[in-house]
């Protein structure tokens, strides 16, 4: 069974940052497509940014260039660094661990509020 276990969220003034963490208990971490979303309320779930095939990355717009994702495969840990942090950013952001059309699983979700 897939596990993600997200934190680092918390409140934040704007322009301040925040770095989320999730931790996956996978085997063969590496072959799974992670990425990070988010869903403020009343809205729907939204891509943030996530590993596409080949290693590449893909980023909502709103957030290119203030945000960038990563991760470590040997500590099985994916990353999501933001910066000039707005608050229209504030929303729960998601972990999620994708394998083809057989796994498709979600973290419990860290809120992040960006506020003065």
């Known amino acids: 069974q897939v596990q993600l276990v997200e934190s680092g969220g918390g409140l934040v003034q704007p322009g301040g940052s925040l770095r989320l963490s999730c931790a996956a208990s996978?085997?063969?971490?590496?072959?799974?497509?992670m990425g990070w979303y988010r869903q403020a309320p009343g809205k729907q779930r939204e891509l943030v940014a996530a590993?596409?095939?080949?290693?590449?990355?893909n980023y909502a717009d709103s957030v290119k260039g203030r945000f960038t994702i990563s991760r470590d495969n040997a500590k099985k840990v994916v990353l999501l660094q933001m910066n000039s942090l707005k608050p229209e950013d504030t929303a729960v952001y998601y972990c999620?661990?994708?394998?083809?059309?057989?796994?498709?699983?979600w973290g419990q979700g860290t809120q992040v509020t960006v506020s003065s």
């Open positions: 590993f596409t095939g080949g290693g590449s990355t």
């Open positions: 999620n661990a994708r394998y083809g059309l057989a796994v498709n699983s």
């Open positions: 996978l085997t063969m971490f590496s072959i799974y497509t």
